[in-house]
């Protein structure tokens, strides 16, 4: 009887003291199936190899009085959080070329696509930053699936930020409220906040927080070159990876984003919104839905092309200047770049800017000196109207000046001190209705960096050429991510990009090696803008 009641005791002390071993998250036979991370337990799936999380809130619901403040950190939720669906995107004017789902002002989440298998494996990290022109967009669509680029061996990041009059509205009471004596930006303190959730909760997943690559498409381009120039992101990222953006100011109207225009078209908006004679503007704004704010924002008129009255603005603090004088003055972070452009970048703006006086060559002519002013005769020298195609020759312009130029001039000064870099130019035209009018258009590079053609405008699925194409670039990518070179086992060579020779790679269905992109446009570029690339 003494044994078995010795028996008895010894088992339940073993009960006891296995019931107090907290098996960390992630690990175990589930995997990664959940994980903790700051706010709570989250569970995920796992598909294909992948392990998937949907929905991660990553920041507060920039709601009620934290409208038009800085991101703050999310309260705890009870249980476990199944992160199995998108969270809802933020509030945005409909678009023709972008398709969001759910729209909602709480709308500040992330997705995670990890391929580890354990929490201990240190894996690359990869943070995707949508573009859209700082006014449309999201993290959860389609084209931004990360479970192909994951499977190279890396975890991918997509995020939402808020976008338009909720995201980069400027107005003279806002600065007042401000700590920091300015106001906007709000949608790029959103990415510095995901950034810093990267930091704090990728280790769970099977990621090194000291092996982070930021990228970006468009906006999200641009974006990433706005991180590399913040002190707010010291520290955030090892890499970057620009895709059709770079700089603001190839274009001369993309130039003027001073705080001071911008608290004007915050005025603007409050008057059109009827708040600017309330005793209380901001709570009377405040009170105002994101439909309302989104209307009354598109009768404002724009005068920058791509890009709406929301969106960055420089304000000495998140963003201290502009992007391309800090490159000049050497004060962007000390990181390897990746930058690139496609063959005609210009086609789709020109399609949906409703400049209808550039059908002609005397309308070409007019809209380019409205342009560039006293530089028109060397702008229409360097992009004449031939045999009367002013649109192909407003998408030279609108592509050279407004895209390429700046990502050379990116690498440039990358070079010029000693950083790596390196430069693409993507020309890939598939066999698709759609691209006998758009060509290398803006934005399809897309659908090869993340591997997803099933869109409605790039089903390329049973195209062998754009397949293989595809995995080339997600080789490139993702070697760049996981050690800064592109370079790696069965790919075309990738000279880095140096002032001497300026190399650069161009991605097509065969891949080759060019030099001195769009050397022609230089006098251009050097009168316009002072970039000496």
């Known amino acids: 009887m003494k044994r078995y009641a010795h028996r008895l005791w010894v088992f339940l002390a073993i009960l006891i003291l296995s019931s107090l071993i907290v098996i960390p998250a992630g690990c175990g036979k589930q995997g990664l199936e959940t994980v903790r991370v700051k706010g709570g337990t989250i569970k995920g799936n796992q598909i294909d190899g992948i392990w ?15 409208r038009w403040k800085e991101p703050v ?24 070329l972008l398709e969001v789902e759910r729209e909602d002002e709480d709308c500040l989440y ?12 240190k894996l690359p990290v990869m943070v995707f930053i949508h573009g859209g022109g700082f006014n449309t967009g999201s993290g959860s669509q389609d084209i931004y699936e990360g479970d192909k680029l994951a499977g190279k061996g890396v975890i991918v990041v997509t995020f939402n930020y808020r976008l338009g009059p909720l995201g980069y509205l400027c107005h003279p009471l806002l600065s007042e409220e401000s700590p920091e004596g300015v106001s906007g930006n709000y949608g790029m303190l959103d990415q510095v906040a995901a950034f810093k959730w990267v930091q704090e909760n990728i280790s769970a997943f099977g990621g090194n927080p000291e092996n982070v690559t930021a990228f970006g498409e468009s906006a999200g381009a641009l974006s990433v070159i706005n991180l590399m120039i913040s002190p707010l992101s010291k520290g955030l990222f090892q890499r970057v990876i620009s895709e059709s953006g770079s ?23 409050a008057a059109i919104l009827g708040c600017n004679s309330s005793p209380d503007i901001l709570e009377a704004m405040r009170e105002k839905t994101p439909v309302e704010l989104i ?50 970048e210009g086609t789709i703006f020109i399609l ?29 020298a360097t992009f004449p109207v031939e045999q009367g195609d ?18 050379r001039f990116a690498a440039s000064c990358q070079a010029e001190y000693g950083l790596d870099a390196y430069l693409y130019n993507f020309s890939r035209r598939p066999d698709l209705p759609l691209i006998e009018m758009v060509g290398s258009c803006h934005a399809l590079e897309l659908f090869y960096v993340f591997g997803n053609f099933t869109g409605r405008f ?49 991605l097509d269905s065969e891949i080759t090696t060019g030099e001195n992109l769009y050397g022609d446009s230089y006098p251009l570029v050097r009168q316009t803008t002072g970039w000496q690339w």
């Not at 999380?53 to 934290?66: F, K, R, S, W």
């Not at 992160?83 to 004017?93: H, I, K, V």
């Not at 190839?250 to 005025?267: I, Q, V, Y």
């Not at 992007?323 to 962007?332: M, N």
């Open 73 to 96: 950190p999310v309260e705890e939720w009870g249980g476990v959080r199944v992160c199995s669906t998108y969270g809802p995107s933020c509030p945005q004017p409909e678009s023709e």
């Open 295 to 344: 209307e009354a924002a598109g009768n404002i008129e724009d005068d920058r092309l791509g890009l709406g009255n929301f969106n960055p603005v420089i304000d000495g603090w998140a963003i201290p200047d502009n992007q391309s004088t800090l490159f000049a003055e050497r004060k962007q972070m000390k990181i390897p770049l990746l930058a690139g452009t496609n063959a005609d």
């Open 247 to 269: 700089f603001y100011d190839g274009l001369p109207a993309s130039r003027d984003n001073t705080m001071e225009k911008a608290e004007n078209s915050g005025e603007e908006l």
């Open 458 to 506: 790039a089903d390329l699925r049973n195209s062998l050429i754009d397949l293989d194409l595809s995995e080339d670039i997600m080789s490139y990518w993702t070697n760049f991510a996981k050690t800064g070179d592109p370079n790696g086992k069965n790919l075309p060579e990738w000279p880095t990009y140096t002032v001497k020779g300026k190399i650069y790679q161009n």
């Open 110 to 121: 992330l997705n995670v696509w990890s391929p580890a298998e354990n929490p201990d494996e």
């Open 390 to 407: 002013a649109f192909e020759a407003l998408n030279g312009l609108i592509t050279q000046m407004g895209f390429a130029a700046g990502a």
């Open 52 to 66: 998937t999380y949907l929905g991660i809130p990553y920041a507060a619901p920039p709601v009620g009085e934290l």
């Open 352 to 380: 949906g800017s409703g400049v209808s006086s550039t059908d002609s060559p005397e309308g070409y002519e007019n809209y380019v000196r409205s342009l560039y002013g006293p530089n028109a005769d060397l702008a229409l």
